[in-house]
């Protein structure tokens, strides 16, 4: 969160224009004349070498200006930037746009740009827009701080874009299609100001509803994810993301490595935080409309009304290729729509009302088909015929869309004017209106997938049990091949990492000798499988390493010298270690692929897929983020081909275990950020177990002798934060254990909040709630960790009843925090809510917050004399309120 003196920048009240000029191809002329044309403050052109500015008084410099500027818009050669920031610090100028262009022929790289101006930052708290930005608009202020001479029409969608050029196109087409924007933001090469802080702003501004993106890249992944999941539930964000086709040019020894492609890790990272992406700037724009405009869909199935066969053809077929369905009408529905069409009209889906269907046949089909128990949503597909005027047809739509909690679309195809004035009223009236069937068809399909990556956010998952204590023996195992000058580990040794997350391992023993080999493989018990052990080869297969059902004693030598032989001739330095002896497990399942690998954007990905030695022939994976849950590990599951088919007549899953696997698995990488990749492949699973029978873990050899991993930063979600997990002892010798709430939470807080009298529920809440629904309870217990976070004080009775919890939330000036406390009415007067607010001040203090505050209810006398005697000082606000806050000292 960085939305600190961004204000200035979109809502300022006196701009400098920096390289003000009277040459009409200048930038700084361009800039001057749109601002001086239009906006209705104060604008001041900064020229050194002139009095006036295209009639204007002009200073030399900004910090000659008579009054303190809020926005400077910079318009000089790149060299003299620099110089140009550091004024507008000095001046105490808020917020600075940077449209200069041209740094690498100064032979200023951008590390060094970003670093002097972030210093900047830092000393004079000048935020800045740029380098290479096309500008910033606000239409409905008339601000229009940009060198293009577009115009926007006043609306409810923030367009943010990387691309300079693109502004210009966007604004070209949002003005042909009558959509309406709150804001235009070209955000150059973000040095300071960048995506994160920009969906925190608009998420957060009252005149815009919905926020679209074009991406070319994420330069703080964790920021844009907390700040993107933080506002996607109430206002839609959606993405362009371009580069699609760009490989990672990482190396990699895994299949992991090799199979996460960075365009799979941005659809994964979209889909994690409930932004919807979408192919093309008209998707972009149809998409947040509709999302805004319409009640998302709960399903896949759409109703297609249409007066034209073949368009409803095609849109029945963009729509099965998106992976959506045809609704399948009920039979009521069937039978009455029977009743109102004429014989010759077939009552099925899509329903074709012929060239002469009517306003009143348009009418009576869309009240059945909006009525239809299995439908989601309706698309009317109009072409231009006699039988009905378009006008007449959009405020029949007008009218049901009134009446309807379905999504209701409309697709008017001609392009005379009629059909146009028709769009209009629909745009008008809160119904998206589009030009061609599968523009309508993709834009149902994107709200669908808004609606399920919401669900993924906030579904409550089940618990799973686990050890909060990271193994701390494995850092040896690390440490020691990192000395030896291993990057990677043997595979024994990679075993015990999933032993030690309780991931199920086959039992593996190692042999240096044949004669060993032999000894073990009795051992063990016939049928065995031998692995060939060398540092040089990661993957066996590529060598014939492995030779499974070896069921004599007598073969046990002969294998033995054979891998050693095959590890030889190989390569001149291949060093034969000895083979890994397993026993020979057969499954009537699946082998899977559970993997890791670092992205250079996003951090530590979790892949899930086929596996075997033809897992990179079949590239069926799914990729997430950890940490995962129970819900989250289903998810990535079920985007992959081996689970649907598993679960559609093939050898069925035991989802179960899998989930208990992939959650434990995103523990180990989040608890070792010195792991580079990660592979476990195979995965055996059947109907009854899994088991993982070869693992392979790379190390990152500039993180092994790094302290400080409990700071996660390859993780770009913030995982539990198990330091502030501690036992407490109450004043009647109760103990409890304070922890993070998670959202397996969920049911437990709702107990607490039943058990609340309406005294304590009007001080925690500032009114009497009579019961919390799903979606209420998530916004108490599914939190991002690195913007909010509750801590809860747990029975340790057995019961795991939590009878308090304290929240803290992180202002988004990142200096303050705004706490509350509630403590269960059978459990006040024990000390509780001293010791919560002990655990916030320490959360506070390691976010480095200045202050915390809270607002208190006057006869709220417990909160009060807490408050009083931790040293907050109390100021009354009004009659009814009073204002606790504590300041923290620096550290």
């Not at 380098?131 to 701080?145: D, E, K």
């Not at 915390?852 to 009659?879: A, H, Q, S, T, W």
Request: a neutral charge; one cysteine or more.
């Amino acid at each position: 969160m960085g939305t600190e003196n961004l204000s200035h920048i979109f809502n300022p009240k006196r701009i400098a224009v920096i390289g003000a000029s009277t040459r009409e191809d200048s930038f700084g002329a361009k800039i001057l004349h749109n601002l001086a044309d239009t906006y209705k403050g104060t604008v001041y052109p900064v020229n050194a070498f002139r009095r006036t500015v295209q009639g204007m008084t002009a200073y030399p410099s900004v910090e000659k200006i008579p009054e303190k500027v809020d926005l400077a818009i910079v318009a000089t050669p790149a060299h003299t930037v620099l110089q140009i920031v550091e004024e507008c610090g000095k001046a105490g100028v808020s917020g600075v746009i940077i449209t200069s262009a041209g740094y690498t022929e100064t032979g200023t790289d951008s590390k060094t740009l970003e670093k002097q101006i972030l210093e900047y930052k830092k000393t004079y708290g000048t935020r800045v827009i740029g380098p290479n930005s096309y500008g910033v608009i606000r239409p409905r202020i008339n601000l229009y701080a940009t060198f293009g001479k577009k115009t926007a029409i006043p609306g409810k969608i923030a367009f943010i874009s990387q691309s300079a050029a693109l502004c210009a196109s966007a604004l070209d087409w949002a003005a042909e299609n009558q959509v309406g924007l709150s804001a235009v933001v070209s955000t150059g090469w973000m040095l300071d100001v960048d995506l994160g802080d920009l969906i925190d702003y608009f998420g957060m501004d009252p005149q815009t509803q919905s926020i679209v993106l074009y991406v070319e890249s994420v330069k703080d992944a964790r920021k844009f994810m907390s700040a993107a999941r933080g506002f996607a539930r109430t206002k839609p964000i959606v993405v362009v993301k371009a580069g699609r086709f760009q490989e990672s040019r990482a190396p990699t020894v895994t299949h992991s490595g090799r199979m996460s492609g960075t365009d799979d890790v941005h659809d994964a990272a979209f889909r994690r935080v409930g932004v919807v992406r979408v192919e093309a700037i008209s998707d972009l724009f149809n998409c947040a409309k509709a999302l805004t405009m319409q009640p998302n869909p709960t399903g896949p199935n759409l109703t297609i009304i249409t007066n034209a066969g073949g368009p409803g053809i095609m849109a029945t077929d963009h729509l099965i290729a998106r992976g959506g369905k045809l609704t399948r009408l009920t039979d009521e529905s069937a039978e009455s729509l029977k009743r109102v069409l004429p014989p010759y009209c077939s009552a099925v889906n899509p329903l074709d009302g012929f060239e002469d269907a009517t306003p009143e046949r348009f009418k009576q089909a869309m009240e059945i088909c909006l009525n239809d128990a299995n439908g989601n949503g309706v698309l009317i597909l109009y072409t231009p015929q006699e039988a009905t005027d378009p006008c007449t047809l959009a405020q029949i739509a007008v009218d049901f869309a009134k009446q309807t909690k379905r999504t209701l679309l409309v697709a008017l195809t001609g392009e005379d004017e009629r059909c146009c004035e028709a769009r209009r009223i629909l745009q008008r009236k809160g119904i998206p209106a589009f030009r061609t069937p599968e523009e309508a068809v993709s834009t149902f399909m994107y709200m669908w997938t808004y609606t399920q990556n919401l669900e993924l956010l906030y579904q409550t998952p089940e618990e799973v049990e686990a050890d909060l204590e990271i193994p701390t023996f494995l850092k040896g195992v690390l440490r020691r091949a990192f000395c030896e000058g291993r990057h990677v580990l043997t595979l024994p040794e990679s075993l015990r990492f999933l032993e030690a997350y309780k991931i199920p391992t086959a039992k593996t023993l190692v042999a240096v000798t044949a004669e060993e080999a032999t000894k073990l493989s009795y051992e063990l018990g016939f049928p065995t499988v031998m692995k060939a052990l060398s540092p040089q080869f990661t993957h066996k297969s590529e060598i014939e390493g492995v030779i499974l059902d070896v069921c004599s004693p007598s073969d046990v030598p002969t294998f033995f010298n054979q891998l050693a032989e095959r590890v030889r001739k190989s390569s001149a330095v291949a060093e034969f270690q000895g083979v890994a002896i397993q026993s020979m497990i057969r499954k009537k399942g699946y082998e899977i692929l559970v993997g890791s690998k670092k992205d250079l954007q996003f951090g530590a990905t979790i892949l899930f897929g086929t596996g075997g030695t033809a897992a990179e022939f079949f590239k069926d994976t799914s990729i997430g983020f950890p940490p995962l849950n129970k819900v989250l590990a289903r998810r990535l599951m079920e985007n992959t081909k081996v689970y649907t088919h598993a679960s559609s007549g093939g050898h069925p899953f035991k989802v179960e275990a899998l989930e208990e696997i992939l959650v434990n698995f995103s523990r180990l990488v989040s608890d070792f950020p010195e792991i580079e990749e990660v592979d476990i492949n195979p995965l055996l699973v059947d109907e009854d177990s899994a088991i993982a029978v070869d693992a392979r873990i790379v190390i990152d050899a500039s993180r092994i002798m790094r302290e400080g991993a409990e700071h996660y930063e390859h993780l770009v979600i913030a995982p539990y934060p198990k330091k502030y997990v501690a036992p407490r002892k109450l004043k009647n010798e109760t103990q409890v254990l304070l922890r993070p709430i998670k959202p397996e939470d969920e049911s437990r807080f709702n107990e607490l909040f039943k058990s609340l009298t309406e005294e304590t529920m009007r001080f925690r809440f500032f009114e009497i709630i009579k019961e919390m629904t799903h979606d209420t309870l998530t916004r108490y217990c599914n939190l991002d960790y690195d913007r909010e976070i509750a801590i809860a004080a747990e029975l340790q009775d057995g019961s795991k009843k939590i009878i308090g919890v304290a929240r803290l939330i992180l202002e988004a000036n990142c200096k303050s925090g705004e706490y509350a406390i509630l403590v269960g009415d059978q459990w006040q007067g024990l000390g509780l809510g001293s010791i919560l607010m002990d655990a916030l001040v320490d959360v506070a203090r390691d976010w480095h917050l200045e202050k915390i505050f809270g607002y208190v209810i006057r006869g709220n006398f417990k909160m009060i004399n807490v408050c009083n005697k931790k040293g907050f000082k109390i100021e009354p606000l009004d009659e009814d309120t009073v204002k606790a806050t504590l300041v923290l000292p620096s550290s």
